[in-house]
């Protein structure tokens, strides 16, 4: 069965630390995508990646940064953490192209103090 | 930017009434529109899609209706289940775009006994 995993599932930081959320996928898919969800604004796209080696911005990629060392592996990385960043994130997986449906991972909650 | 929007942020109706969610999205080029569906305190799963090239599709209680001319789509849920409360989600996307979708806030559905 398609499987998508983070880590940790729940993170409290400091202003100014740095974080990283990791994400696992099973489902050999090239593309993944890294999501935040607030209350009023859906899901909005961080950054993604469609294969090993490569990322891209999204829609808010602004104090962000991504890697992707594997075709499994997706982190998604706040060099300063600000409370602004408190939030839960997704990570997805996709089939090539993006016109398929896409597999959520449980979520991250991350709260930033 | 390209938005979508969800015209109900809530919507309530009796077990076994029919449940309608309404999107609005201002990209012309949108060709792929998916729903998600997200029960309290989980990830979102995809529930049913549609594609540009039909303006209805029909799976078990769930149909899709697409309005091109308009930019509109929505969701019909016929014969409601407890087990459809949950968050809705509508996204858009164009062709071959990597996946990108554009979501929208998310209508909360719930079902009266």
């Known amino acids: 069965e398609a499987a998508v995993t983070q880590s940790p599932r729940n993170k409290v930081a400091v202003t100014g630390g740095k974080v990283t959320l990791s994400c696992n996928q099973t489902?050999?898919?090239?593309?993944m995508y890294w999501y935040r969800q607030d209350t009023g604004h859906g899901l909005r796209l961080i950054h993604y990646s469609y294969g090993a080696g490569s990322t891209e911005k999204g829609d808010i990629p602004d104090g962000y940064k991504a890697s992707r060392p594997s075709q499994e592996n997706f982190s998604l990385i706040l060099e300063l953490a600000t409370p602004s960043q408190t939030s839960v994130y997704f990570c997805?997986?996709?089939?090539?192209?993006?016109?398929?449906?896409?597999?959520f991972g449980p979520g991250t909650r991350l709260t930033v103090l | 930017g390209e938005k979508v929007e969800q015209h109900e942020s809530t919507l309530s109706v009796r077990e076994g009434d029919s449940a309608v969610i309404n999107c609005t999205y201002t990209?012309?080029?949108?060709?792929?529109f998916p729903w998600y569906k997200q029960e309290a305190g989980k990830s979102l799963h995809f529930v049913i899609d549609i594609r540009s090239n039909v303006d209805r599709k029909q799976s078990q209680r769930l149909i899709v209706l697409l309005d091109k001319k308009a930019k509109r789509f929505s969701l019909h849920i016929t014969a409601t289940q407890p087990e459809d409360s949950a968050i809705y989600f509508c996204?858009?996307?164009?062709?071959?775009?990597?996946?990108?979708?554009?979501f929208g806030q998310g209508t909360k559905l719930s079902i009266k006994p």
């Open positions: 990209d012309t080029a949108s060709s792929y």
């Open positions: 489902n050999n898919h090239n593309n």
């Open positions: 996204a858009a996307s164009r062709n071959y775009n990597q996946g990108k979708l554009i």
């Open positions: 997805a997986s996709g089939e090539d192209w993006g016109l398929y449906e896409q597999y």
